[in-house]
């Protein structure tokens, strides 16, 4: 495995607290609601620990399966509806998407279980760090950089052993509306090793959110500034009609002899939708990818996901089309950025 030096990492993004909506701009749901879904929802955590100590006993499709079905009951209990557009390929892949809120967690395992590359610090927080450790979560311990290489091993090993792995490579979260607020940094290329390695296919996912019966973008769910996890979690079970967006990108397969540099730019174009022609002009992009044919979309593979809480459709314009596939008061905002990758 190619060796990786990284100096001390930590993100920023130029997101705020006057980012979020002000109180009472978002529609609301009644306050008895609200506390349903709050409760609704520590219950959902706590059938998920279970489930996760569980889950090693289980054949790979009925681990996927259990897994899928809990993070969309859950999604439904805090009434949240799910919605993906694109279709993930067949086999193992790492997953890297645009990070906005804690919830995109759980938009991501709705759509694709996978296993999370987390920060160390997620693993300490109540209830969410006891789940993240029993579901086979990699901790990226940011303040031992040295400790890097041994963690996208691990990755690229979860992947040669058939698993999917889901990183948020961006790092920190952010409001998804406008790119003076992006992290500075861009996508961070550690983890990109890992798929170089293990010879596997990166999908980038881009995850939106809307509100309302108008649908309007919406920056509630972003965990952003000095903001607590409880009160960026009030704040979302509060939103009335909250739909998130889970688009898929056309999977890239990496060479042998990619640079997980040029591969990560090439994904973050994806995710932040640049056009593919705009992309494919690059110079650096024929070392990157294998000329992998693929094959033109049927009619009849249009669903991914079963289910009422999803809409399918065709990926973001330019995308290649791929084959359908198979509570607590913790922590702040201010080293926000739940999975990350340095």
Excluded at 157 to 175: D, I, K, Q, Y
């Amino acid at each position: 495995m190619t060796t990786l030096a990284h100096p001390l990492w930590r993100p920023t993004s130029g997101c705020s607290p006057g980012c979020l909506p002000l109180p009472g701009q978002s529609p609301a749901v009644p306050v008895p609601q609200q506390l349903g879904r709050a409760a609704a929802l520590v219950g959902m955590l706590g059938l998920g620990i279970g489930l996760a100590a569980l889950l090693p006993l289980l054949p790979t499709r009925e681990r996927y399966a259990g897994t899928r079905a809990w993070a969309r009951a859950t999604a439904r209990a805090c009434g949240v509806r799910l919605e993906v557009r694109g279709h993930l390929p067949r086999r193992r892949a790492l997953l890297v998407a645009n990070h906005v809120s804690w919830w995109d967690i759980l938009a991501v395992l709705a759509v694709a279980p996978a296993r999370m590359v987390a920060k160390h610090e997620v693993g300490r927080w109540p209830l969410v760090g006891l789940l993240a450790r029993a579901a086979g979560t990699f901790f990226v311990d940011r303040s031992r950089p040295r400790t890097l290489p041994v963690t996208v091993g691990r990755v690229a090993a979860a992947l040669r052993a058939g698993r999917s792995v889901a990183v948020f490579p961006e790092g920190t979260t952010w409001c998804g509306e406008g790119a003076a607020c992006r992290p500075p940094a861009g996508f961070r290329p550690a983890m990109f090793q890992a798929a170089i390695d293990a010879g596997a296919p990166v999908v980038p996912l881009r995850i939106g959110y809307r509100c309302g019966p108008a649908g309007e973008p919406t920056t509630a769910p972003a965990f952003v500034g000095d903001e607590t996890l409880l009160n960026s979690v009030r704040r979302v079970l509060a939103v009335r009609e909250l739909r998130v967006t889970v688009e898929i990108a056309a999977p890239l397969h990496p060479a042998r002899a990619a640079d997980r540099r040029t591969l990560a730019r090439v994904a973050e174009s994806a995710v932040h939708l640049v056009p593919s022609s705009a992309v494919s002009s690059r110079p650096a992009l024929e070392p990157v990818l294998c000329p992998e044919p693929v094959p033109a979309p049927r009619p009849e593979a249009v669903p991914v996901l079963p289910g009422p809480e999803v809409v399918t459709g065709s990926a973001w314009p330019g995308a290649r089309p791929v084959p359908a596939g198979p509570g607590p008061d913790a922590g702040s905002a201010s080293d926000r950025g739940l999975p990350v990758a340095a």
